[in-house]
């Protein structure tokens, strides 16, 4: 297969392209700019020298046409004019930004306050939760990769909202977010001086992700609801770890929640339930496509926390963009992806 990436000096290029080098299907990867055609990759990032020395490729229909499958991660409001053109030339295109995943053109121009993508090419593009929507994803030829913080909370409420173990209609959900989520563009509010020994919310009550969490849950569940969900920065580097309180249905017990997750996850192997809370934690998934989810019910207060961590570059971006595209290709969805957490 050849792969191309757009945006592939940015950091979910840069994680698309580590992963792809170890996926057997995968022969060549076309790394393709906007800003810098013709520069060597090994130049720009010398971690590569010997492995990628090849010119950044400069973005053009008939370019990229050539490709089976086109990965875009971008900004949002740059794949939305990109890949309208590419549709039905060949290759499976899948985007990791925000701008094929609102089926709602009006809430995408409301949140994320950038043009939307032309309709029927929205109508056409499939969610790419890879656990939740496999049989559309396979058939599909333009997956919406999920945002980063959706991935992480969704994996972690959506079976416990499909059985009606929790009420949906007061979900608080809080969750944190290493920098690089943030992408390699340097702003004031990743300046090391001023983000590390700090940590701050930011976006409240006005996060991009909002809508896309919502949908998602009707989407999948067939329930309307509206959600609190406030993030924050985090002084590291890789991770997110999403924490949703929700009330739990009158009766149901600790062991209900814990059979619920594991029994909806049992044959999917980038979701772990976990059992221990000392075992919950970025530094479990750092590097590694895994989504580690855990709840615990509070009996005092009837209330379940529930966690799901992910690293944000890999199943939040990159690794659940190469699962994607491995149940495209109907390969295995571990292809190419088995790495293990760093750990330290
Ligand atoms: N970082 C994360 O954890 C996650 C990011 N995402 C989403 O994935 C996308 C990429 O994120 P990330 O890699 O972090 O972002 P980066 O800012 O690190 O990289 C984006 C890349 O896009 C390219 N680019 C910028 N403007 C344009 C343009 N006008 N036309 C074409 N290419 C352009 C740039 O490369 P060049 O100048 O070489 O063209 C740049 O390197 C974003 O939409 C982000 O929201 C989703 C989930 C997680
Ligand atoms: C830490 C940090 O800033 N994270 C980014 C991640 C969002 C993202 O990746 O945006 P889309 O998924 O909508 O494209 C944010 O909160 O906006």
Redesign the pocket.
Known sequence: MKAGI????????LELLRFLHNHKEVEEIGLF????VGTQFSDKFPHLTDIYDQP?LK?EDDALAEYDVVFA????G?SSTIFPSLVERGPKLID???DFRLKNLASYETWYKKTPAPQEIVERSVYGLTEWNERAIEKADLIA?P??YPTAVLLSILPLIKNRLIDPSFLVIDAKSGI??????PSQATHFSEANESFSIYKINEHQHIPEIEQAISMFTDIETTITFNTHLVPMIRGILATSYAQVTDGVTQKQLVDCLSETYKNHPFVRVIQEASAVGTNRVKGSNYCDIYVKLDERTNRATIIGVID??VK??AGQAIQNMNVQFGLPQQTGLQLVPYFI
């Not at 690089?180 to 563009?185: D, F, L, P, V, Y």
């Open positions: 757009i945006g592939a000096t940015g950091y979910g290029g700019t906007s800003s810098e950044l973005l991660s971008t900004p949002s740059v990791l930004s925000g990769n945002g980063c690089s989520g943030a992408g390699n563009k944000n570059l939040g971006a």
